[in-house]
């Protein structure tokens, strides 16, 4: 039992660091990815090692198969929502230096990056380039252009795509009422200004 929680431990391990080695070549300047890419990177950074913390937990507590693997994918969903929260905090909820100073690629950069005209584009890696030299006036600039450009909407969308499949998912036998209620709550805490936004269908896979 010990080696099969090893074994797949290294096995997040190995993901996260390609996850984290794919993040580490995203830079506005160079190579912005889709929402798409930026979202399979967040799972192997973030939510393989959720998942096995989800999922390990499971097992030291002796519950069946079938329950280990709903922990699994739980944890994954969970660990997709928490990165997109720190993308959302890392512009919309600091006061100090913003995500908008670095040279890394967010969700929120990625989307609109990925919506805008070539025009827009152009005006937004101007105004970042600005920005990183972390003055007021240009963030202020970029913060209004994402949010023409409708980031702040879609950041919210999908990180409750990702609560709807995580609820989703403890909804299937295996799980009392009282566990899943504990395990929502878990939720809510990572990303709180999603509890007052309407459910998004489960089956949704794409925003754009």
Known sequence: LMNRVINRFNRACLHTCVGQDMDLTFRWDQMVPTPDDWLEVAQAKSGMLFAWASWAGAVAAGADEEL???????????????????????????????DLSSNGVTLPLSYAYFVASNDEREILLNVLQEANLCNTEPISKALDLLSTLGAQRFILAAAQVQRCRAIETISKPGLSRLDSQKLIILLNKAFPALVHLPTIPNETNSLY
């Open 68 to 98: 280990q693997d709903v922990l699994w994918e739980y944890g994954l969903q969970l660990g997709i929502l928490v990165q997109i929260a720190d993308d959302y905090n890392g512009i919309w909820s600091t006061t100090v230096k913003t």
